[in-house]
């Protein structure tokens, strides 16, 4: 198999030369300099810094917004300094990996990702080994990858395992109780998190503990118990201080408020999600959700505009999912029949397809009762006359967050 091909397909898709080709191809070029180092186990001939010369000039050519450059730039000043492949160069090149992963490009982000974990020995670095390895994971997990992302998992388990490392082991038993919710398997999933949660705290790691009270109270929240995964949310945003972790964790809490009714604490958490993470994924969950909170707040023209901005957006499989789904209630919720059955059905087949079970249960029983229904707009639902003092406390929280970042209303 040629190796990068993702980058090749990726790059097959573009129009040549726009923003996006140029920083795929900028990758693509450090990459293949790695590829050159590895394979002659030292430093690149000095006959071949014409090639040198090549990598900086198509990382010049990225845009100056665009993240990558930054950390593209960082990976050929860490090989060049050294003149060889070291954990040092891994290290800066799982960075890289992880600014795909948080731009939606799953499939460039498992290839760098694959190859962290193949430059990186165990016995010499079990941390980033472990690290590279979940980080697979999860990736593939998010592009709908079952089997690479199982195989990924299980190699970590096993490095950490065999080392000793029981924050790698319990931060994987996180990662495969996340794949167990993304199947719709809830019981396995909570099986897991219970056990990880009291090992964690046994073991004095709050980061595991963090991370493990997020998943659990989306497990909550799925199971319909929005106030408990709101209560869980905010223990775990307490125990976290990685951005990107924080923001999964408020966009979670954000769509729990929906849930319950509470849907002014929902905008506000969403506005400073859609405005301030630099996680594409999160940005378009936070989108999403807007758009649900257009439609039950009758709201049509909000609702559209959202629509478009989703329907071309580069979403994971199980947000695309989700984003058919909203779109199919929203319709029906605005009285637009025959466009919610038409995207209900899309999201019914869809979810199939990808194996996200929950989702096509949920489209289907929406299909039955679009179908059944001779008016089935849904009435207006008013907040809640009274919330838990425990939630209150977030959504008094969430507000004040929104006037420190300066989101509009």
Known sequence: MIRHQSYFDTLGS????????????????????????????????PANWAQLHSVRTAIEA????????????????EVTKRGAIDDTVSGSL??????????????????????????????????????????VGGAARRNGDWDTSARAY???????????DRQGVLTVQIGIANT??????????????????????????PQVQGLALHSRASLASRKGDHSEGIQLAHDALGLTTNPTDRDFILDD???????????????????VLAATSQSQSVRGQATINLMELAALDGMPEAFDAYARELATARLSPWNRAHYLLFLG???????????????????????????????AFKAQSALSAVRSAARSSKP??????????????????????????????
């Open 14 to 45: 573009m129009q040549e030369d726009s923003p996006s080709w140029r920083a795929v191809f900028a990758g693509l070029s450090v990459l293949r300099l790695v590829d050159a180092y590895t394979d002659t186990v030292s430093s690149v001939d």
């Open 62 to 77: 990225v845009g100056e917004g665009d993240a990558v450059k930054g950390v593209l730039t960082n990976v050929i000043e």
């Open 94 to 135: 799982l960075a890289y990996g992880r600014v795909l992963d948080y731009a939606a490009s799953w499939g460039l982000a498992i290839d760098v990702f694959s190859s962290v974990v193949k430059l990186t020995r165990p016995e010499r670095n079990a941390k980033l080994a472990v690290e590279a390895n979940i980080a």
């Open 154 to 164: 299980s190699q970590a388990a096993y490095i950490a395992d065999t080392l000793g």
């Open 180 to 205: 167990y919710m993304a199947k719709g398997n809830l019981p396995q999933a909570q099986t897991i998190l219970d056990d990880v949660l009291v090992q964690s705290r046994d073991q004095e790691l």
């Open 253 to 271: 809490i954000a769509a729990m408020f929906t849930s319950i009714g509470l849907r002014d604490a929902a905008r506000d958490t969403h506005l």
């Open 329 to 359: 209630e929203g319709m029906d919720t605005l009285g637009r029949r025959e466009a919610s059955e038409e995207a209900l059905n899309e999201a019914f087949s869809f979810a199939e397809a990808n194996q996200i079970h929950q989702v």
């Open 380 to 409: 207006f639902v008013a907040p809640p006359t009274w919330v838990p003092e425990e939630v209150g406390t977030v959504v008094r929280a969430m507000s004040e967050l929104r006037r420190t970042a300066g989101a509009a209303a």
